[in-house]
Nanobody, 124 residues
Framework: QVQLVESGGGLVQAGGSLRLSCAASGRTFSNYTMGWFRQDPGKEREFVAGITRSGRTVYADSVKGRFTISRDNAVNTVYLQMNSLKREDTAVYYC??????????????????WGQGTQVTVSS
């Protein structure tokens, strides 16, 4: 079992930055693929970024060049640095973990564990 706790959300002006953190419990964090997803009310939960146990990263086209996912296995934490934020980035952001190698990081159904989410609101 893995428990995930997100933090770092808030209200920011367009063009600003935020860094989200996701702290994971358990001793096998380094073996997990980690992902960030987001969801606006009334919309599907969508992929934002993912990072494998080896550090390979992938991004949604909408955030490429603006967001950076990283992980620190020493403190069981994955981060999402968000720069040049836009109003359309407003959503609840969720951290997710997948213990099974080889799956698609883009697929929400691949992930076994989810955090409770943290709200990001970008104002114009």
């Amino acid at each position: 079992q893995v428990q995930l706790v997100e933090s770092g959300g808030g209200l920011v002006q367009a063009g600003g930055s935020l860094r989200l953190s996701c702290a994971a419990s358990g001793r096998t964090f380094s073996n997990y693929t980690m992902g960030w997803f987001r969801q606006d009310p009334g919309k599907e939960r969508e992929f934002v970024a993912g990072i494998t146990r080896s550090g390979r990263t992938v991004y949604a086209d909408s955030v490429k060049g603006r967001f950076t996912i990283s992980r620190d296995n020493a403190v069981n934490t994955v981060y999402l640095q968000m720069n040049s934020l836009k109003r359309e980035d407003t959503a609840v952001y969720y951290c997710a973990a997948d213990s099974r190698p080889g799956g698609s990081m883009y697929d929400r159904w691949q992930y076994e564990y989810w955090g409770q989410g943290t709200q990001v609101t970008v104002s114009s």
